[in-house]
């Protein structure tokens, strides 16, 4: 026993790095080229430095795969998501994972499958009508009272399920029974999903608040019937919320893009609806502890702030000490103060009736008489003067007035023509026929009605000589 010991600490000691390194060039110089068939998964695209991440896998086993920027750039074919291909390269590993992989040279198809194109095609079919979309995606209800479940009733799911809710939160789970396999087994599930929305509220079968479609672990075509169009539709058109659990962790089916929430596995569904009971207590009694902590600390902060505060006022003496000094000491002033005011108004007073005596009053009229006649005699010959100028202004205004006015022009025997609407008409032209005419003599108005406008007279031309020709 102490010999195997001693061997064992005579081993050298090597760092993780060099055992990296070690396994790194074991693996490259065994594998040195390879070509390997396989189907592409978990490919999203060209990661944003330019390479391409993504697993190779067949029925028992999945490699991790890349392709360096420079080699994608030259490939002829390109990877997409479920493509079977033959790919070649050198298997390495990764040692900040403990992994291997294959590093690609070159890609090329060794076929399509049927099922993961035809998935596809239903993908961009249902994601172009919106169903994929997150606002139309309905949010679960935090403590639900009815459970629905869509599931076969005999396998390993429903029975995860109920141990789950009942170790949680105990509550009302209704099964609906299906095929989660087979040719039937869509039809199936989707008539239970519209069965369930089918119920009424408060009938004799509680209508569920929330919805589980679940089924185990498998491959592709195990999956399949939850990747049945009538399935979808059906998921996205649940008025209840609805959780999808189909499969493990890395299997995707379309129900999964159009239910509310997707969980791992059936069992996450249940921890997804249904919240722990002791968490809920154990929330609801650490909540009100520190309620009731908050108030009592809350009172003693105030209490010790009163007390602080009460210990920073001064006494009633104190505060009535001084008001009462100065209360005596204007006591004390208040007789010499009410004499001596009474003295000085008495002295105001005295003055004030010495300037109002008779004699004093008839010498301010007089001088105020006299001051009034002085201005008076000043003002009449000021005022005759100004009204004398604003009269000649006056009349030169008038004079102007009438030589500048039409009225005289009228005078002279001129005559002024308005139209209708009581504007002068300067020009022959703008009179039409049968128009109305207003004419204005020095003497009075008359009305006119146009027999022709210029036009005509051009027509008729010049009366005669002595006859009565028109007005215009």
């Not at 198809?109 to 169903?131: H, I, Q, S, T």
């Not at 929430?261 to 502890?289: D, F, I, K, Q, S």
Request: net charge positive; charged share 25%; proline share 5%.
């Amino acid at each position: 026993m102490a010999a195997s010991t001693e061997a064992r600490t005579n081993l050298p000691e090597i760092t993780v790095s060099e055992l990296s390194a070690k396994l790194k060039r074991t693996v490259e110089e065994t594998f040195p080229y390879v070509r390997l068939r396989g189907e592409i998964s978990g490919y999203r695209g060209p990661h944003s430095s330019g390479h391409c991440y993504f697993s190779l896998k067949d029925e028992s086993a999945r490699i991790d795969a890349v392709i360096w920027r420079g080699n994608f750039a030259r490939l002829r074919f390109k990877p997409e998501e479920g493509l079977e291909v033959v790919a070649s390269g050198k298997i390495t590993t990764y040692p900040g994972k403990s992994s291997y992989q294959i590093v690609i040279d070159s890609l090329e198809p060794a076929g399509v499958g049927a099922l993961m194109a035809l998935l596809e095609e239903r993908k961009k079919k249902l994601a172009a009508e919106g169903l994929f979309d997150e606002a139309r995606k309905k949010p679960l209800p935090y403590l639900p009272r009815v459970i629905g479940v869509v599931t076969s009733p005999t396998g390993a799911v429903i029975r995860d399920i109920l141990h789950r809710v009942t170790e949680r939160c105990s509550c009302h789970v209704l099964v609906w029974p299906v095929r989660v396999q087979g040719e039937t087994s869509a039809a199936e599930v989707a008539a239970a999903i519209k069965g369930f929305n089918a119920l009424a509220p408060g009938g004799v079968i509680p209508r569920p608040d929330v919805l589980i479609v679940a089924r185990g672990g498998g491959s592709l075509e195990d999956l399949w019937s939850f990747n049945e169009e009538i399935v979808a539709r059906a998921a996205a058109a649940s008025e209840i919320p609805l959780v999808s659990a189909v499969g493990h962790e890395t299997d995707f089916t379309l129900i999964d893009f159009v239910s509310d929430r997707r969980a791992p596995t059936p069992t996450a569904a249940a921890e997804m609806v249904v919240p722990v009971r002791a968490e809920l207590l154990a929330n609801v009694e650490a909540r009100g502890a520190r309620l009731t902590g908050s108030a009592v600390r809350f009172i003693q902060r105030l209490r010790a702030e009163v007390r602080g505060l009460a210990r920073g006022l001064p006494s009633a003496d104190a505060i009535l000490a001084l008001p009462r000094q100065r209360l005596d000491a204007a006591t004390a002033r208040l007789p010499r103060a009410l004499r001596a005011n009474a003295h000085a108004h008495r002295v105001q007073l005295a003055r004030a009736a010495a300037r109002l005596s008779p004699a004093s009053l008839q010498s301010r009229l007089h001088r105020w008489s006299d001051r009034y006649r002085a201005a008076s005699v000043r003002l009449h010959p000021c005022a005759t003067a100004l009204l004398e100028r604003l009269n000649a202004r006056v009349v030169g205004l008038e004079r102007i007035l009438t030589a500048l006015s039409y009225q005289g022009v009228l005078a002279r025997g001129f005559a002024l023509v308005r139209d209708e609407a009581g504007r002068p008409i300067r020009a022959a032209a703008a009179v039409s026929t049968n128009d109305f005419l207003d004419i204005e003599f020095a003497d009075g108005r008359v009305a006119a009605v146009a027999s022709g406008g210029a036009a005509s007279r051009k027509r008729r031309g010049t009366p005669e000589k002595g006859g009565q020709g028109s007005l215009f």
